[in-house]
């Protein structure tokens, strides 16, 4: 940032290059929302009273020892100029450079990179990168702000202004009373917004439920100057916090748009949950479960979307100390009756009150989400398409709820019609065939790897349903979640693939008469594997893959160790061959011949292909692979024709 000084108290000072990119996307992308400004300064506006409240009550000082705290909306025909002023906090000259000088400084880059295409238009986004203030001049050709920071004398005011072209000026001015005042002078076709019914018609729709008046002239027609009410200050919000209010006063025409409001969207919420709760902790929750993942849903240091009010003050934004962190994606308020107003994060963490909101919270959350399940499946599937994987971090992070978040988790299995992920535990459950003991799944790397496994195979043809599980979350599911409704969660790519009382007599029969007809071929086989197979055994699972790689039954699930290692097979791979399939056949009754060591190179390799793992020298498979095949071929390299050579001779000669 450059600086120039113009005069011994005014200093002009240059935008960053990032901060022109928002100006100009402010102006133009999203002027078809232009009446976004007045909400974005009213907010700010009711964020520097909240923090005016705050500061002094925390020094046992009332905010209102200078008067009533508002905000006041004018505007000036004659002028062509729109004023916003509050009795907040206001700000120091070294706050005004930090919060409005420099644009979004930590988030303006991805705020930038985020709006493309249709989404420049998107004027949701505004007030998530701290350019809320800049909205102004999507209206406004010169923006002017003068401020004073509670507890500075008057002479350390300060005025900024700037016409949003590339610089504005900073300079010490008089200003008897604390807090800010912002005057917009309107571009030309912008007169449409010095009118009161349509300024107060745009406070309605976005600002009523602000918990401080919003002040406005009175009317300032015919009537209002005989009942000598012009000019006057007149609150034109209600003023009261809308979760503070009787459900039975409430449409879900409030609910979404206070929903919009505090969450910064154009969509309505999936659904809330509004109660009052009272008992030895009195607190009220709004809260609501969004209809898209926000933006920075998976950024870990992104804003939560739960607000913690104390008496309709606002305190804090939760920082996880409420909502745990797989109901990240929660939004609304939480006003509590029993904490103080001057509560920090470190008594949150300690405090008795708090832990009592948190249990009770993530309860109404789940058990909101489980209604939903059940009353609006198509709703449903739409938050699950939205938040599963984020819920899922519950199973290993919330053992006190994991019953009941295991009830709202959402699968693709061998039943599904498509990839969407529609089968619940207990669906399942319900279809379970008789004499099935477990509940089985197969991680995958892909949804297209799973459905293709050669795991799957004896599964499929007994009609016995599997779980399809191919998000990296999946592993921490099922490592966590061992057992649902009293039966165990059992991989089918690890463990000896027993399907239990599944099994008939015959096929019993044929798998010991098999393992005795093909003991010396596994023997010969895990000697040539030695140090790469942990062992060499028939399987049960195959019905058409000649083999496959499965994990010892002590080893963590084979997709796990293929996260924690890299190589995409477990520490104690299995070698499993099937008896039914021609070429093991034919290897059993060639006793392995002199291609053995190659054989069981290749099939190794092969099963470790279909398991998306990788195999540590692809040349040399490659090379034992085409020996292979033209050892199988059975014909002896052809002699090249006498005939034939002696006549090219004479010809060359």
């Not at 070294?94 to 991805?110: F, L, M, P, R």
């Not at 393992?515 to 195959?542: C, F, I, M, P």
């Not at 924690?564 to 299995?574: E, F, K």
Request: with cysteine.
């Amino acid at each position: 940032m450059s600086v120039q000084t113009e005069q011994a108290d005014k200093e002009i000072f240059s935008f960053q290059a990032e901060a022109v990119q928002i100006l100009d996307l402010m102006v133009h992308s999203l002027y078809s929302n232009k009446e976004i400004f007045l909400r974005e300064l009213i907010s700010n506006a009711a964020d520097a009273i909240h923090r005016l409240r705050v500061e002094l009550l925390g020094r046992s000082e009332l905010p209102e020892a200078e008067g009533k705290l508002h905000i006041r909306i004018g505007y000036d025909k004659d002028a062509g100029t729109i004023t916003i002023a509050d009795n907040g906090i206001g700000m120091s000259r070294e706050e005004v450079i930090q919060n409005i000088g420099t644009i979004a400084k930590s988030g303006t880059g991805e705020f930038l990179r985020s709006l493309t295409g249709d989404q420049r238009k998107n004027a949701t986004m505004i007030g998530h990168f701290g350019v809320g203030f800049y909205s102004a001049f999507i209206v406004a050709e010169r923006v002017v702000l003068t401020t004073r920071r509670a507890g500075l004398e008057p002479s350390e005011a300060v005025r900024w202004e700037s016409d949003g072209k590339g610089e504005y000026t900073l300079e010490t001015v008089q200003r008897p009373e604390r807090g800010t005042t912002i005057v917009l002078q309107l571009r030309d076709g912008e007169d449409d917004l010095l009118n009161g019914w349509r300024l107060r018609s745009i406070i309605e729709k976005y600002s009523d439920h602000i918990p401080v008046p919003i002040l406005m002239p009175g009317e300032s027609d015919d009537r209002a100057e005989e009942a000598g009410t012009a000019g006057a200050g007149v609150a034109v919000n209600r003023a009261s916090a809308l979760w503070s209010r009787p459900k039975s006063e409430l449409t879900d025409t409030d609910y979404n748009d206070f929903y919009r409001q505090i969450a910064g969207e154009h969509t309505d919420p999936l659904a809330w949950v509004h109660a009052k709760i009272e008992g030895t902790y009195e607190y009220t929750l709004l809260l609501f479960i969004p209809s898209r993942a926000p933006h920075d849903l998976w950024v870990p240091q992104a804003r939560r979307g739960v607000r913690l009010h104390v008496q309709r003050v606002f305190i804090l934004e939760d920082t996880g100390q409420i909502l745990p962190n797989y109901l990240r994606f929660v939004r609304g308020v939480i006003d509590s009756a029993d904490l103080p107003l001057n509560v920090s994060r470190e008594i949150l963490q300690g405090s008795r009150a708090v832990g009592s909101i948190r249990t009770n919270t993530v309860k109404k959350v789940l058990k909101r989400l489980a209604l939903l399940a059940e009353s609006e499946p198509e709703k449903y599937a739409t938050f699950w398409k939205e938040f599963g994987t984020t819920l899922k971090e519950g199973i290993a992070d919330d053992y006190s709820n994991r019953d009941e978040i295991a009830k709202l988790l959402r699968f693709t299995s061998t039943k599904s019609a498509t990839d969407a992920p529609d089968t619940s535990l207990d669906a399942y459950v319900a279809r379970m065939k008789e004499g099935q003991e477990h509940i089985y799944y197969l991680l995958a790397p892909s949804s297209s790897a799973a459905k293709s496994s050669p795991h799957l195979e004896a599964f499929r043809s007994k009609g016995v349903e599997v779980l399809l599980l191919s998000e990296g979350v999946d592993n921490w599911v099922v490592s966590s979640m061992r057992e649902y409704d009293g039966r165990q969660l059992q991989s089918v790519a690890q463990g000896a693939g027993d399907l239990g009382a599944l099994a008939d007599e015959e096929e019993r029969q044929t798998k010991e008469q098999a393992d005795a007809e093909y003991a010396d071929l596994l023997g010969k086989l895990k000697a040539h594997l030695a140090g790469q197979a942990w062992d060499v055994r028939l399987s049960t699972r195959l019905t058409t893959s000649p083999a496959c790689i499965v994990s010892n039954e002590p080893e963590i699930d084979i997709n796990l160790m293929q996260r924690m290692r890299g190589t995409g097979l477990p520490r104690q791979a299995v070698l499993e061959l099937n008896p039914a399939h021609p070429l093991i056949q034919r290897l059993n009754r060639a006793h392995g011949g002199e291609h053995l060591r190659e054989w069981a190179q290749v099939l190794f390799n092969q099963a470790a292909l279909t398991l998306s793992a990788r195999i540590e020298d692809p040349t040399t498979f490659v090379q034992q692979l085409n020996s292979l095949l033209t050892a199988l071929t059975d014909e002896p390299a052809r002699e090249p024709d006498r005939s034939q050579t002696e006549a090219n001779s004479s010809a060359s000669g």
